[in-house]
């Protein structure tokens, strides 16, 4: 039961990566954890058992597994207190090198997948009137870089929605956090999680095989460390006031402090030519 003391964590895509080291945080603090993921045998081989860990299957891309995790979750713990919505991967790729129904996957999992889970847990912290809910979104969730048009796209899609639901469940004393992790050193990168572009087109050649080498190369050298990203995941869900946006790691301070300032200063170039749009009346 959720008794005030020990919360109790939803956590999607918790088989590796940072949904792992989230779920290893939350039980080291005490917490209740319900870790989910698409593979329950491989949930089973990382997870040791404990009265605090329930491990479900779900693929975030199912709308009926979520709304039956939800329900398992509540009937073992007694409620939801902190719904992690982690699951996602990166599409990457030059945009017309990216076949059409590859973004409609990239957007099922990381936009369409976090919405049903979400849909699925609301209930219940609406019920008993809190909740924190942290989005694991990305530093491509507030910049655009090149050859991710479509991870981007998936990322800055779920900081608008993300924003719109924190105005919408406040009144319930529901927080939402979108969580803005630089490079983390997970799977992220290696072939077993990141997807390519699968079409050519001449003109991007070189260029695209310049910019995914990029990326490649820094599969498993990312400085991030994604178990200190858990434990400042349990320091936030502590926090009375908990932000908005957390930036996760010096280098997503670093390029989110470039990218605002870079905004502001394109706002203040263009304003005069921007408020001479209005009607006067
Ligand atoms: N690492 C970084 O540098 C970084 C930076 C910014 C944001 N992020 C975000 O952090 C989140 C976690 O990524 P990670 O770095 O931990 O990568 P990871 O090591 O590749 O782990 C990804 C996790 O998501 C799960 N997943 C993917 N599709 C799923 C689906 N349809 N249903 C359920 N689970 C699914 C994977 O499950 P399987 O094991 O079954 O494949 C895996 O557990 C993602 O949303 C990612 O966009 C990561």
Same mark, same amino acid.
């Given at each position: 039961?959720?008794?005030?003391?020990?919360? *109790?964590? &939803?956590? *999607?895509?918790?088989?590796?990566?940072?949904?792992?080291?989230?779920?290893?945080?939350?039980?080291?603090?005490?917490?209740?954890?319900v %870790? *989910?993921?698409? #593979?329950?045998?491989?949930?089973?081989? @990382?997870?040791?058992?404990?009265?605090?860990?329930?491990?479900?299957?779900?693929? +975030?891309?199912? $709308?009926?597994?979520?709304?039956?995790?939800?329900?398992?979750? +509540?009937?073992?713990?007694?409620?939801?207190? /902190?719904? /992690?919505?982690?699951?996602?991967?990166? =599409?990457?790729?030059v945009?017309?090198?990216?076949?059409?129904?590859?973004?409609?996957?990239? &957007?099922?999992? #990381?936009?369409?997948?976090?919405?049903?889970?979400?849909? %699925?847990?609301?209930?219940?912290?609406?019920? $008993?009137?809190?909740?924190?809910?942290?989005?694991?979104?990305?530093?491509?969730?507030?910049?655009?870089?090149?050859?991710?048009?479509?991870?981007?796209?998936?990322?800055?899609?779920?900081?608008?929605?993300?924003?719109?639901?924190?105005?919408?469940?406040?009144?319930?004393?529901?927080g /939402? *956090?979108?969580?803005?992790?630089? &490079?983390?050193?997970?799977?992220?990168?290696?072939?077993?999680?990141?997807?390519?572009?699968?079409?050519? @087109?001449?003109d991007?050649?070189?260029?695209?095989? %310049?910019?995914?080498?990029?990326?490649?190369?820094? #599969?498993?050298?990312?400085?991030?460390?994604?178990?200190?990203?858990?434990?400042?995941? /349990?320091?936030?869900?502590?926090?009375?006031n908990?932000?908005?946006?957390?930036?996760?790691?010096?280098?997503?301070? =670093?390029?989110?402090?470039?990218?605002?300032?870079?905004? $502001?200063?394109e706002?203040? $170039?263009? %304003?005069?030519?921007?408020?001479?749009?209005?009607?006067?009346?």
């Open positions: 039961m959720s008794d005030g003391k020990n919360k *109790t964590w &939803f956590i *999607t895509g918790a088989s590796r990566g940072l949904g792992y080291e989230i779920a290893v945080a939350a039980l080291a603090a005490g917490e209740n954890v %870790a *989910t993921g698409r #593979n329950l045998d491989a949930l089973r081989k @990382v997870y040791e058992s404990d009265d605090r860990l329930l491990l479900l299957a779900l693929d +975030v891309c199912s $709308q009926s597994q979520a709304a039956d995790c939800a329900k398992q979750a +509540v009937a073992r713990f007694g409620g939801v207190d /902190v719904l /992690v919505n982690n699951a996602g991967y990166g =599409q990457l790729g945009f017309e090198e990216v076949a059409t129904d590859r973004i409609s996957a990239q &957007f099922e999992t #990381n936009v369409f997948g976090l919405m049903d889970v979400t849909r %699925a847990i609301l209930p219940y912290m609406r019920e $008993q009137r809190k909740g924190r809910i942290f989005n694991i979104s990305s530093i491509g969730g507030a910049i655009g870089f090149e050859g991710a048009s479509a991870y981007c796209a998936s990322k800055f899609a779920i900081e608008g929605f993300s924003e719109c639901l924190a105005v919408e469940v406040k009144q319930f004393g529901i /939402v *956090t979108l969580v803005q992790p630089g &490079f983390f050193r997970t799977d992220f990168l290696d072939d077993s999680s990141i997807s390519y572009g699968d079409l050519r @087109v001449s991007y050649e070189q260029y695209s095989t %310049a910019v995914m080498a990029g990326y490649r190369i820094r #599969n498993h050298q990312q400085a991030g460390d994604p178990a200190k990203l858990g434990e400042a995941l /349990v320091k936030l869900s502590r926090e009375e908990c932000p908005l946006r957390f930036a996760a790691g010096s280098d997503a301070v =670093q390029y989110l402090s470039q990218a605002y300032s870079a905004r $502001q200063s706002l203040d $170039q263009w %304003a005069s030519l921007s408020v001479s749009t209005d009607i006067l009346e």
